[in-house]
Each structure stands twice: as structure tokens, then as C-alpha cells.
């Protein structure tokens, strides 16, 4: 098939590689300018590692990478208020923090075709009668067989779903973000968080090596509302190394040298729910289909998820119509689930709702360890909760864990 695939973030990536390898004729459309990777670090999950196993390439990414074992967080007085386990849903478990960089230099090696890839065309438009995209320019791309918009939480092309957009909101609250050099971090298989009631939350997630540079790096993430983070200055850099010094004066002097905002990323969460992620021959995979908030780590392990889907759907089925209908009810409950547990817990950990930080603080963790409690617990942790059985990480997680120190 001739297939367009609209933006080169982690879904455009994997897809291009899987459908590329299955012969397909792939042509990738990206609006920057120069390829590279947005943002930080984030934490890979044992579902997006079972599809880099897959794509034969989880050992390098554990190589590059950092292995994390548990998910902590703290009060600003000590107090315990998660111990998130990955081998509590079996033993060997475990999450791999990554520097962007990192994945998306990964992910550019293994596919025979980036250098191809259409910089610097912004795609705008999606026409179902003639299969072609238009793009910022006016000029028109294709017939393709199958376009898979990958373009991302802002997408645009997801608008040619029409009526299908069920949700499309900007969450009230964001984060900034920075990497910082730490070679001697104290806790390099723990993600730290550290909570001051639901306004102010510091997160250390060690992801590892980052390309270009030497030493081990760890994600430094900080909590606040939306338009503080929109109007994110140098004297917002000020304010937060105080806020730092009294939640975690330890990160004092790791964040001594950040002086000018733009040492730091800014990050506005979406919250996206499509009736049908597809619209004629066009799927949406990846953010644009279902945006969330980071609190559960999942985004990136989606985008890998729902590459493989497609790609395994494509494979199976000889017709397009019945595979892009497979895709659609393979992810169908998966998504959804996280789509809605991201939505209730986020202001569990960003809101003004200080009410929801005391039963946080007294009822998570007690209620984390009653019988019975910690098995689907962790299970919403690996992203693996409601992950059909005949997905990816039951059949590659035994590779995956060999494949892994
Ligand atoms: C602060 C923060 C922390 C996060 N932490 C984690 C984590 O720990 N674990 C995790 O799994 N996920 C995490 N996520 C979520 C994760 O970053 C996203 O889910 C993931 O990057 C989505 O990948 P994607 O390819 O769908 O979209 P993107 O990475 O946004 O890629 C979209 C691409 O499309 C291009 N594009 C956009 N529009 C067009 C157009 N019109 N034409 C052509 N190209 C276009 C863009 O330039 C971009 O390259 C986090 C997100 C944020 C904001």
C-alpha cells in the first residue's frame, strides 16, 4: 500500500519502521524543520518496552536507558505516600527511564527510511473522497491507501473526524521540565516524587544517558498551573529554586545553575477522546487519538502500542476496512481505561483541591497495601491493566525480560 504518516514523534516513528518492514511504499510527513525530539525524559513501561523487544531493540534502549524498579512519593514531612513496586506484578518487572533524545535517535537508527522523511511540511488537511492531504503550502499530497495521522496532542488532522472529537479540553494545570547532570544520583532505580499538598509536585525520574553528552542524567519535573506555566520567566526560575529549597532541599544545588526559563520545557497536558479513531482510510494513533495527562506515565508506551496494533492488524487482515476496524476494537478498552483514570487522578496531584491531598496523603498507601490490592495496583502501573492477551506484553514479555538486566 502507498501509506502517509502525518508527524515523527514516537508514533510516527514506530509506525514508519513497522509498516515500512512489512513492504509497504511509506511516506513520512513532519512540520519541523530538522528532525529531533521535544521535551525531556519519560519512563518507558513494560508494554512500550514488550513492542521495542518486538522491533528487536529493547536491549538498547536498557543499554541507553535507565532500569527503574519502583515508583515513590513522599509528603513534604516525610510521610510515605506511594511504594509502587514493579516486581509486585511479578518478579524480573521493571520501567526504563529515557531521555527523549534518546528513544527518538533509537527509533530514527532503526528506520531504513528517515532520511526520506518530509521536513518542514505542516499537513492541514485530510480529503476522505480523494485520499490525499493538503498541506500548509496548498499543495496536495498523494492518493494514499492508508494515511495514519501521528501528529501529535495538537493534531489537526484529527478535526477530519468531525463529530467523532467526543473531548478535547487543555488541562487547567502543566509542569516544566529540565534534565539535569547527576552521575552519583542516590536512588538511580526509583522514580522520587515529592508532594506539597496538590500545588507543588517534584518528580526525579533517572533516565540514563543522553546523546551528544557524557554522564548520567535524571528528569527533573515541576508542578504548576497552566498559565504560570504559559507565562514561565526567569523570575519563575527564581521562585522555583525557593520552592525547591523548602519541599527537597537536597535538589538545592542540582538546580543552583538554572537562571533563564529557557533552560527549562514547558508542558500543557490535553485531555483527547475520539468516538472512533478513524475516518475513512485515515487512523489516528498515538496523542493525537488520546492525549492525557503524564501523571501515569503512559503516553509514549501508548503511541508504541497502538503502532504495533496497527501494524499486527494490517498483517492479519488482507482488507483495509476490517483491519483499521481491528485496530480500532483491538485498543478500543485499553485506552479507554487510562483515557479515564488519568482524568480522575490527576487532581489527586494537581488541583486546587486541598481536600484531595489529605485523603491522598492518609488513604494511598494503606489502601495500596491490603490484600490483594497490590497485583492490580501495579498492573495500572506497567500499563498492562485491561491490555488485551493476545497484545503485546504478554507474548514478548518473557523476551523482554531476558533481553533485560
Ligand atoms: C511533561 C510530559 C511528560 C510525559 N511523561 C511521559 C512518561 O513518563 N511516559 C510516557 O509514556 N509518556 C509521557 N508523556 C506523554 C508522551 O510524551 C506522549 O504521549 C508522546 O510523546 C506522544 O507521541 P506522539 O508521537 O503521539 O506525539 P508527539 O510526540 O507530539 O509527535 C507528534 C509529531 O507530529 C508533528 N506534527 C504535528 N502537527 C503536524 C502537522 N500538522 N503536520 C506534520 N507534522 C506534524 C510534530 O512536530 C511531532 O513531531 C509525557 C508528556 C508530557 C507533556
Not at 537536597?250 to 537562571?259: C, G, N, P, Q, S
Not at 481536600?355 to 488513604?363: I, K, M, V
Request: glycine letters at 10%; proline letters at 5%.
Amino acid at each position: 500500500m502507498k501509506v502517509a504518516i502525518v508527524g515523527y514523534g514516537t508514533a510516527g516513528q514506530a509506525t514508519a519502521i513497522l509498516l515500512s518492514e512489512q513492504g509497504h511504499d511509506v511516506t513520512v510527513f513532519e512540520r519541523s524543520p530538522t528532525l529531533g525530539p521535544v521535551g525531556a525524559g519519560f519512563l518507558l513501561q513494560p508494554t512500550g518496552l514488550g513492542v521495542l523487544a518486538r522491533m528487536g531493540l529493547a536491549g538498547r534502549a536498557a543499554a541507553i536507558g535507565q532500569r527503574i524498579d519502583e515508583l515513590h512519593g513522599t509528603t513534604l514531612r516525610g510521610r510515605r505516600v506511594m511504594a509502587m513496586r514493579y516486581a509486585d506484578r511479578r518478579p524480573g518487572c521493571h520501567g526504563v527511564g529515557m531521555t527523549r533524545g534518546a528513544l527518538f535517535e533509537m527509533l530514527r537508527t532503526a528506520h531504513a527510511g528517515a532520511a526520506q522523511v518530509r521536513t518542514g511540511t505542516k499537513i492541514v488537511d485530510y480529503d476522505d473522497r480523494t485520499h490525499t492531504l493538503t498541506d500548509a503550502q496548498g499543495e496536495s499530497h498523494g492518493p494514499f491507501d492508508l494515511v495514519v495521522a501521528a501528529d501529535g496532542a495538537h493534531s489537526a488532522l484529527r478535526a477530519a473526524c468531525g463529530t467523532q472529537v467526543r473531548r478535547e479540553r487543555l488541562y487547567p494545570w502543566g509542569a516544566v521540565w529540565c534534565l539535569l547532570r547527576i552521575d552519583d544520583w542516590p536512588s538511580p532505580t526509583h522514580l522520587l516524587q515529592r508532594y506539597a499538598g496538590t500545588r507543588s509536585m517534584i518528580g526525579m525520574l533517572p533516565v540514563g544517558t543522553r546523546p551528544g553528552h557524557d554522564g548520567r542524567w535524571v528528569t527533573f519535573y515541576y508542578s504548576l498551573p497552566g498559565e504560570t506555566v504559559s507565562r514561565f520567566d526567569d523570575a519563575g526560575v527564581a521562585a522555583l529554586k525557593m520552592q525547591v529549597a523548602t519541599i527537597w532541599p537536597e535538589l538545592e544545588a542540582h538546580v543552583a545553575h538554572l537562571d533563564r526559563a529557557e533552560a527549562l520545557h514547558k508542558a500543557r497536558y490535553r485531555d483527547v477522546v475520539l468516538a472512533r479513531p478513524r475516518h475513512g482510510r485515515m487512523v489516528v494513533v498515538g496523542d493525537a487519538a488520546h492525549a492525557m495527562s503524564p501523571q501515569l506515565g503512559q503516553g509514549v508506551n501508548m503511541a508504541l502500542l497502538d503502532a504495533m496494533a496497527l501494524s499486527d492488524a494490517l498483517v492479519a487482515r488482507q482488507n483495509l476496512d476490517e483491519a483499521l476496524d481491528t485496530y480500532v476494537r483491538v485498543r478500543h478498552r485499553h485506552v479507554r481505561m487510562y483515557q479515564r483514570m488519568s482524568r480522575w487522578l490527576t487532581p489527586l496531584f494537581q488541583s486546587d483541591h486541598a481536600a484531595l491531598g489529605w485523603c491522598r496523603d492518609l488513604l494511598f498507601d494503606p489502601v495500596a497495601r491490603l490484600p490483594g490490592a497490590r497485583r492490580p495496583m501495579s498492573s495500572i502501573l506497567t500499563g498492562e491493566l485491561l491490555l488485551p492477551s493476545d497484545a503485546v506484553a504478554g507474548r514478548e514479555r518473557a523476551d523482554v525480560d531476558a533481553v533485560i538486566p
